[in-house]
Nanobody, 118 residues
Framework: QVQLVESGGGLVQAGGSLRLSCAAS????????MGWFRQAPGKEREFVAA????????YYSDSVKGRFTISRDNAKSAVYLQMNSLKPEDTAVYYC???????????WGQGTQVTVSS
């Protein structure tokens, strides 16, 4: 099992920036990939960005490409999401996820709220 704890959410004006952090603990040596998802009120959880633990090949949803950057620190078992040029439609609860085996996202953090005001 992998435990995930997010931090860094908050309230920001449109055009501003935030940096989310996710600290992983437990069986992190077996991680295949980690990523970020978000869920806005009344909507389903959607993919934002992910990165493999053993390769530097991040990938993003079209809605955030060019504005968000995912990075990882293997030594700290952490993954980050730098969010720039934020828009009101980025408002959501952001969740950190872990996929241990290259199949499904089996582990989730508790989520952190990001609110972008217009």
């Amino acid at each position: 099992q992998v435990q995930l704890v997010e931090s860094g959410g908050g309230l920001v004006q449109a055009g501003g920036s935030l940096r989310l952090s996710c600290a992983a603990s437990g069986r992190t040596f077996r991680l295949y990939r980690m990523g970020w998802f978000r869920q806005a009120p009344g909507k389903e959880r959607e993919f934002v960005a992910a990165v493999r633990w053993s390769a530097d090949n991040p990938y993003y949803s079209d809605s955030v490409k060019g504005r968000f950057t995912i990075s990882r620190d293997n030594a700290k078992s952490a993954v980050y999401l730098q969010m720039n040029s934020l828009k009101p439609e980025d408002t959501a609860v952001y969740y950190c996820g872990a996929d241990p085996n290259g199949g499904t996202w089996d582990n989730w953090g508790q989520g952190t709220q990001v609110t972008v005001s217009s």
